[in-house]
């Protein structure tokens, strides 16, 4: 009689915006995977639990993915509540499918329990809806990292076709997300919010025109990179000076 | 002194999936003004609440609107923590920007409690994945309802553009979304997923092509629709029989 792998979200950093269900399970957890970047504090409610740090942070290899596939499984053989835990949500850019699918194949009970991704904690944060009535009725998450063996994929079109976009995993990728998207016809002014590390108590937003993007410092701690209209007025009274005047190539403003 | 007004996404429906911040916040709140289709299992965790129903099922006149900013304002001038509970998460559709800078310009304290997004709650359910590497890398939420005096926007286009969509508060329109869609060039083969009550023990699944979702029987619950190949296996795997079939104008299939 095997047990059950539970794929949990654990949501954007802060260990209280994990579900009730999330800590729950994590507390009676015999075993906890998890990805590389999930704090100690979301760590520590999982009291009884052996932890394994798994996730890598650039990029995953078909190797490092079945030894983590069979780790999971092995698990379930031994314990009866294993869980597999992902920043944010699994089931949005978290990499599930690989890891359900084997499990599934292998006849072990598999659980998904959703959680609070980035987007929707960066836009509680900075207290602007990603879909506004009359304005914004569509917002688009995506991710312009391109995996092993991926061929790239429209996200710039996808970018342009809603009111609003939530781009994740682009750090690093500035340069390329700014020129790609203006490339495409989106106006050069469009304005952006940068959200490092959201929920945490470090946390840093900029606001800026996307073509500053390139220019903002950033820290090395998950990035958002928030794009849209929405954002406009927030720009503006962020640098109220600098509206009227030419656009400068620095960073716009610089909020902590 | 006044107190603080909490935003606070209720999560999909089960009691277990709001975040450990919202459950907390609603034990301590003295006042929960919450919309109309908020579970009874989740309003019992505001056990010292009084409990007020302000949501409208169908759209919501500026009229309502007022009175409910009024009522928070007056009650945060009362009260300590005053939630404001909403399905979902509050930025997302979640019309929470009314109210918000309403707050703001009163010069009282709001804070918005981030939550699970009935998309993710869905895909959970469903063990599919809303982005798939290699496959699906831009998911977009979008809705086509039409608020008063706004105008239609771009949803059909935003929908085009990502490998995946999530239609919100789609139900009742079937027949316009998939209409629409197909007219912009969608393939009428497109798989959907129509998810009912995600995250409910009365939840109910039904993959179909995009040309037969105006056909499939729904209960009038908050509904869900997921479109996009990543459920072209689940599709297959509910009605092997009619693949290579002639597609029927009926429901592929129903999954309890």
């Known amino acids: 009689m095997s047990g059950t792998v539970y794929l949990v979200g654990a949501g954007p950093g802060a260990s ?17 995977f998890h990805d590389a970047l999930i704090g100690d504090e979301v760590l520590r409610l999982a009291s009884r639990a052996r932890k394994v740090a798994v996730g890598k942070r650039c990029g995953r290899h078909a190797t490092a993915q079945r030894f983590i ?17 992902k920043g944010g949500d699994p089931m949005l850019f978290g990499r599930a499918h690989e890891e359900l699918s084997f499990l599934e194949r292998q ?4 659980e998904v329990v959703p959680g609070v991704t980035a987007a929707l904690a960066a836009s509680a944060q900075l207290g602007i809806s990603l ?13 312009p990292r391109v995996g092993h063996g991926e061929k790239e994929s429209g996200w710039v079109a996808a970018a342009l076709a809603a009111d609003t976009a939530a781009i994740y995993m682009g750090a690093g990728e500035a340069q390329t997300i700014a020129a790609a998207l203006i490339a495409a ?19 840093r937003v900029q606001y800026a025109a996307l073509q500053d993007l390139p ?34 190539r620095q960073p716009q403003a610089v909020q902590e």
């Open 185 to 203: 016809g989106k106006p050069a002014d469009t304005p952006i919010a940068l959200v490092e590390d959201a929920s945490l108590p470090g946390t």
């Open 215 to 248: 220019g903002l410092p950033t820290s090395g701690g998950p990035t958002l990179i928030l794009l849209g209209e929405v954002y406009r007025e927030a720009l503006l009274e962020a640098a109220p000076s600098s509206a009227p005047a030419p656009r400068p």
């Open 69 to 85: 596939n069979k780790q999971l499984a092995d698990a379930a053989r031994l314990h009866r509540v294993v869980v597999r835990l």
């Open 16 to 32: 209280d915006l994990l579900t009730v269900r999330a800590a729950r399970l994590l507390g009676e957890a015999e075993v906890v």
């Open 107 to 110: 006849g072990l009970r598999v």
């Open 131 to 143: 879909t506004r009535r009359g304005s914004a009725r569509s917002v688009t998450f995506i991710t």
